[in-house]
């Protein structure tokens, strides 16, 4: 059964930083492209990153509204994906969900996702 | 970026009536591969976003076949033919054409009459 379990939200200040882990099971994270998507409290969905599957290009994809601030990885020993997130502000706050990628289809699975709330 | 314009925003819908949603995008999402790559997505409270149809017809597995989806260019539709209580929640259309970024509309709130 595939499963994609978010972790390490917190409560941070404005610029600072949080990593953001979400662990894959059931599959083979690296063999598939993986993105992260964010939902503020209220709102809808913004997709923030891609990374391509590593049998791929392994292209690596932003949000203009994070581009230079966030950095997407994986670790294919932890069958993990990452996201760095550094100079956080307060418009970063949401809920993140790591999503899968099946060959050019979006997100067919997502995790269930992890607070990251910006505030002094 | 696409724009993706969902109508209505709100649909109170009563239980086994039919319900449809809208969704437009602001250039054809047709691709050079002639595949077109528009999905719906279901959000039940307090719950993650789920799949229910990719390449604008084609639906997930386990979803239910009272959902479908059509439409072509830039004009495409879900239709959920008896409305159940489970189906309550907000509604999302994507496309992931022409990307990055991917874009979603702004979500339709489907509720029970």
């Known amino acids: 059964e595939v499963q994609l379990v978010e972790s390490g939200g917190d409560l941070v200040q404005p610029g600072g930083s949080l990593r953001l882990s979400c662990a894959a099971s059931?599959?083979?994270?690296?063999?598939?492209?993986m993105n992260w998507v964010r939902q503020a409290p209220g709102k809808g969905l913004e997709w923030v990153s891609y990374?391509?599957?590593?049998?791929?290009?392994?292209?690596?994809y932003y949000a203009d509204s994070v581009k230079g601030r966030f950095t997407i990885s994986r670790d294919t020993a932890k069958n993990s994906l990452f996201l760095q997130m550094n100079s956080l502000r307060a418009e970063d706050t949401a809920v993140y969900y790591c999503a899968r990628d099946w060959p050019d289809t979006h997100f067919d699975y997502w995790g269930q996702g992890t607070l990251v709330t910006v505030s002094s | 970026d696409v724009v993706m314009t969902q109508s209505p925003l709100s649909l109170p819908v009563t239980l086994g009536q039919p319900a449809s949603i809208s969704c437009r995008s602001s250039?054809?999402?047709?691709?050079?591969?002639?595949?077109?790559?528009l999905s719906w997505f279901q959000q039940r409270p307090g719950q993650s976003p789920r799949r229910l149809i990719y390449k604008v017809s084609n639906r997930d597995s386990g979803v239910p076949d009272r959902f479908s989806g059509s439409g072509s260019g830039t004009d495409f539709t879900l239709k959920i033919s008896r409305v159940e209580a489970e189906d309550v929640g907000v509604y999302y259309c994507?496309?992931?054409?022409?990307?990055?970024?991917?874009?979603f509309g702004q979500g339709t709130r489907l509720e029970i009459k």
């Open positions: 990374i391509g599957a590593s049998s791929g290009s392994g292209a690596i």
């Open positions: 250039q054809s999402l047709i691709y050079s591969d002639g595949n077109t790559f």
């Open positions: 994507m496309q992931g054409t022409h990307w990055p970024p991917i874009t």
């Open positions: 059931g599959f083979t994270l690296s063999h598939y492209s």
